[in-house]
């Protein structure tokens, strides 16, 4: 097939020869040049329209057909806009949520991460004893001494501990979250810095040097070059950088290493060498360190599971604890919390994407119902079936094209909402991108659309007999079987496919409630809490432990406070202070647990409105005598069934045996995890580095704000104070994801039930246009106007009842798939089906209503005067 | 098209184009080549006018029984060459025979002298 300006040229060089041919010819038999050419033209006669009689031959055939076809459907588009507006508005969200949610889940899990050999990096985490609450504890640093030392099947392996780090030096005093590091973990995962050096391993035990983050070099460097070799003061002591780690690097968050690792959502900020001799450390050690391994090539992870096991086994059998360490892929390590989130959305997205097309597909319907005259005197004049089908297919081509261009625009727009807005525990958010992939993704989904929307009305339409459709006069319609069975069955797809949107976004919505209501054991309102970092050189454990008291008495005196406490770390900002739990008195000293350890004053459980249910807190006075608290969690794993008040467990700073005397209420360190075991050790028994003061107000806790900085800034000014936090401020963090992902789920799955109330409309609006007449004579012949309503309205729910029934039972498998992302509901939960099934029902007996009542109020004299 | 324009170009239409195809069934050919043949071998009396020469030739490439391509003339000139498909080659020879049985009819008819009866 030639395309149609080729074939122009071509046959203006065809005529062209023939003149110079003749031309020639006539010179040849001895005419003059200048004569020559004055007869040839002669000859030719009137050159353009030989050409243009020449070009009209290939009129109709090929593409020059499916051109003429093309700007007949522009036509026609153009001439209907309303329809055209919300075919194409409805195509461009539909193919823009489906291109946008495919961008970020091509980005964020399929697209390999930024590490060379990046197959070959796995995380190692160790497995829990069965029935411990964690699903992975962290390693042992002792452990990953005897790893690094003898693993044969390691190419290489690094490890970290996620630290914080005050740095002063250039500007005021600020606190970074960073990592001190192994000397070999860049290159483990085998990134060099893009300035400076990496850490050498003669820095590992006392080396003062340090990495930074691009993102701190350009915010507190000024993205200044010359900063390899300048010296800091990191928590005091000055520190050389040497080297700037390039901008792609990324690390997986706190989170995502394990529980309890660092700040759950920021990527480190620095990086300075681990600073302490592991083979050193006592062997029963802590489990608070993450180590990368990198395998030798053609090595199998479980070959290498079983290698690292190996070597520990002495420990394991010295020390009666059970880790099993075992590796799971870095990538993995990265998004396996945001991976069914992610495939959520994306599936939500498609959905959509398909009630779209559907949606589309039934108005092209019943607009094409009223060509079936248009279609037959084609296929009377000589159009050929497939002539037709390849017309009405362009013209769903023609809005799909342009749906498709909006919904790229409307694509990009998202995507850059999404990095803006979206919750930040979704990994590698900053990769998200829209590369060729996505275009790919885009052309895909629009052929897709395409065939769904235009090719049912094409083969419709085209397979209807020209005969009878210029027979039948335009108004005498009765409806006749097969089509009206056609647009039904979209409906009730689109029924089908709104009410599985429905149960997921009510599912959603449902766990989103239950998560908020969940017992947190802390109260929300009238609570702020306030942290301060001590890390400054020169300040001795005392200074630290003195502080918080003297903080706590200026705290209480503050005007419209009620309680102050202090604590190593805030309820809901997940698990940390990890160690071992142990029933401390006789007969055996095993870790049969791990346990949050919290480092508190004697008010805490006031201020943070904690019951303590057994027992009471410790006091000021029992500065001397070793004592704890426990939850009732660990209460249940300690003794089940015994009173714990008196009994003595172990503590976690070497204070190896604690009277126990309160049993407090489980408080969550996660909302959507059950209470972790928690042991509660007076704050005079372990400096706190970074303490969290919580008061509790009188009056609205903002308002004390200021007046906590204050105090807290008198007690020690140099110490940093950082960023107030309410409780409620605190709650609505921990949901944020969740509520990011309801609200879009909930929108998507609004938009499916208008796009279904709409297609009910259309479809039996017009039915009862086109049946006037037939309405016309039963209310002649005497049929009530009531009755008339109700066929109209039973003809209307017909395909609601049918889709309905097949969505929700589409929506049980759907519930499964996303058992996951639910909390406190069953995937099946009765109620939310009931609801679903009833919103589905009212709006279908709505969008019934308005057709029905015309159909009701028709005037048989006029609908019958039409004939 | 008005319908008289259109019965007389129908006319001339299959007449030519049986005549182009034979013209070509002596070898391949441009479009000023075959006008000068069919002339020659006309005595004369035939001259195509190149305004229903081309469209015809379009018109039977399209049909499928002839095929064209660009060549080089001796004199380093393009032109565009056609040729006989076996499709073609049927055609002509429907064509010829449907001819010479109208040819002779119509020469029976005009010839004849008055019947007795």
Redesign the interface.
Known sequence: MKLPWIRRG??D???R??L???IE?RVARGESPAEAERLARL?????L??RE??R???AG?GFERWLQDLRYALRRVRRSPGFATIAILTLALGLGAVTSTFAIVNSVLLEPLHYRDGSRLFSVVNLPPPGAPNRYWLINGRHFYEWRAHCRSCQDIGMAESIGFSLSGSGETERFSGLRVSYNFFRTLDVAPALGRDFRADEELAGHVLILSDAVWRTRFAADPGVVGRTVRVSGEPYEIVGVMPAGFRLPLGRQWGPAFGPPDTQPAMFRPLGQDFSKVGPDGNNNYVAVVRLKAGISPSQTISELNALIADFVRQFGIEPKPTLLPLQHTMVRDARDGLLLLFGIAITTLLIVCVNVGNLMLVRAASRDREIGIRAALGSSRQQLFVLILTETLVLVAIGSIAGFILAKAALAAFSAWAPRDIPRLADIHAGPRVWVMTMAAAVVATLVCGLLPAWRMTSADPHRALKAGALTHTEHGRKIRLRELMVGIEVALSSVLLVVGALLATSFLRVLSVPKGVAIEHVITQDVSTSIAGVTDDDRIRFAGEALQRLAAIPGVLDVGVTNQLPLRGESWICGLRDAGPPNHKEIALANFRFVSPGFWDATGTRIRQGGAFRESDRERPVALISEHAARVLWPGQDPIGKHVGGCNGAVSLEVVGVVDDVRAEMEKEAPVTVYQPYWTMPISRPYFVVRTRERPETVAGDVRAALHAVNPEFAVGQAMTMQEIVESSVNGRRFQMNLVVAFAAFALVLASLGIYGVLSFSVARRTPELGIRLALGARATALGAMVVRQGMAPVLGGLVVGLIGAIAAGRAISSELYGVPPNDLPTFAAVAILLLLVGLCASWLPARRAMRTNPLKALRFE | MKARDRQRLELLQGTLDMIVLRTLSWGPQHGYGISQMIRTASGEVLQVETGSLYPALHRLERQGWLRSEWKQSENKQRTKVYRLTPAGRKQLVAQQSQWDRLHAAIDGLMNARESPA
Do not use: F, K
Request: no cysteine.
């Open positions: 071509e046959i060089d065809e005529i020869a023939h110079r041919l003749a010819d000859e030719l006669g009137n050159d329209l030989v009689r020449t009209d031959v290939w055939v």
